[in-house]
């Protein structure tokens, strides 16, 4: 029971780290004392967070099927280890280049098959 109740609090501890180093403006300080914009920059950085989580997700998941197509033995044990979280490849300041916003992505294809996800405890 404990280690469950570790391996929870590790998953939220981390989340909580990642969306606080993707705030900004003021470091993440409220400087409104009102409650309706507190409450709305929370959110909006909820939302940044969980965006980035999906482009990580998105990027892990096609160099995952990289790996296979290459011949690479992927287990399900291996993916559970990854995370989201990561953030070397963010540049929170930089200049963004705007050109490539017009090309329409591939078609996102949610399903790992080459993977056998049978064998995790997903309850754990």
């Known amino acids: 029971?404990?280690?469950r109740i570790t391996a929870?609090?590790?998953?939220?501890?981390s989340?909580?780290?990642?969306?606080q180093w993707l705030r900004?403006?003021?470091n993440g300080v409220f400087a409104d004392n009102d409650p309706d914009e507190q409450e709305k920059l929370i959110k909006l950085n909820t939302?940044?967070?969980n965006l980035v989580i999906f482009h990580n997700v998105l990027d892990i998941a096609e160099v995952v099927r990289d790996l296979v197509r290459q011949g690479w033995t992927i287990t399900a044990e291996e993916i559970a280890a990854l995370?989201?979280?990561?953030?070397?490849?963010?540049?929170?300041?930089?200049?963004?280049?705007t050109d490539v916003l017009g090309?329409?992505?591939e078609a996102f294809d949610p399903a790992l098959d080459e993977i056998d996800f049978t064998v995790l405890d997903l309850a754990a």
Do not use: Q
């Open 24 to 26: 900004f403006g003021n």
């Open 103 to 105: 090309i329409e992505p």
């Open 47 to 49: 939302l940044l967070a």
């Open 1 to 3: 029971m404990r280690a």
């Open 8 to 13: 929870a609090t590790d998953k939220v501890e």
């Open 15 to 19: 989340y909580n780290d990642f969306s």
């Open 83 to 97: 995370s989201p979280y990561i953030r070397a490849h963010i540049t929170r300041f930089g200049a963004y280049a």
